[in-house]
């Protein structure tokens, strides 16, 4: 039986990519998303393409109910949880602070603090357990600096950034690695969602240079998986090369 990896937003993006190259490793997934539908063809082709097993759970990461319920009472084969990747997460909107919606805001802090922090509360009790696990954290280069009407997208992401530190420490003393990795600009369905479905508004971000895909953030963080026990990539923060910071982009129109 192979190691377990527990990937969260796993229906698109980078979550998917990484969840396909863990399954070539030879791990047995667990999947998560709300979109069920997604996640169950997934399911479906990852075990017939490379012959691992695939667990997939559907629930909202905002919903402390709902993780513990799923995760919290996990079938006996799927307990042992060796890689949990925090990779559910979102932007909604792009305004300036103070035309900002408050629904927005609470969904973004929601999801990308507080359904980190439910996710990680139960899996770092399985980890703790077992004396062994590897964390890595989806943050993204908006932890690092703050872009105009990126606010509290931003101030999410800086959030994570201090979480990975934090959990680092308090994890130290049961062997448990936690990393963490800082895009930039990398062409998923994140800013068609953050435009709320504006599919033209979305493609005009990546217009003029070559975003990351998903799969370029996928590999790096495979290799952060793949380091010997004894070795923990900290913090990794991997740009397009015509991204220089979350603001300066050099595109040719
Ligand atoms: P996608 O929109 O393609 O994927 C986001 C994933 O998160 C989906 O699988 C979605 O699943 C899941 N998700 C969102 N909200 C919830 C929720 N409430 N409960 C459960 N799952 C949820 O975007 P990316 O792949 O780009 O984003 C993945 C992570 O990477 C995010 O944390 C994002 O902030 C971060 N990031 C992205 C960058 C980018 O430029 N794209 C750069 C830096 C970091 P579903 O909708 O089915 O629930
Ligand atoms: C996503 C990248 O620069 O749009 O985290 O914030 S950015």
Known sequence: MGKIALVTGATSGIGEAVAVLLAKEGYRLIVTGRRADRLETFAFEVENEYGVKVLPLVFDVRSQEEVEKHLGNLPEEWKDIDVLVNNAGLAVGLNPVQDGVVDDWERMIDTNVKGLLYVTRVVSNIMKERRSGHIVNLCSIAGKEA?????????????????????????????????????????????????????????????????????????????????????????????????ANSYTFYKEL
């Open 147 to 243: 872009y105009a009407n990126g606010n509290v997208y931003c101030a999410t992401k800086h959030a994570v950034d201090a979480l990975t530190k934090g959990m680092r420490i308090d994890l130290l003393p049961y062997n448990i690695r936690v990393s963490q990795i800082c895009p930039g600009a990398v062409e998923t369905e994140f800013s068609l969602v953050r435009f709320k479905g504006d599919q033209q508004r979305a493609d005009n971000v990546y217009k003029g240079f070559t975003p990351l895909t998903a799969m370029d953030v996928a590999d790096a963080i495979l290799y952060m998986i793949k380091c010997p026990a004894h070795v923990n990539i900290n913090d990794m923060v991997i740009m397009p090369t015509a991204q």
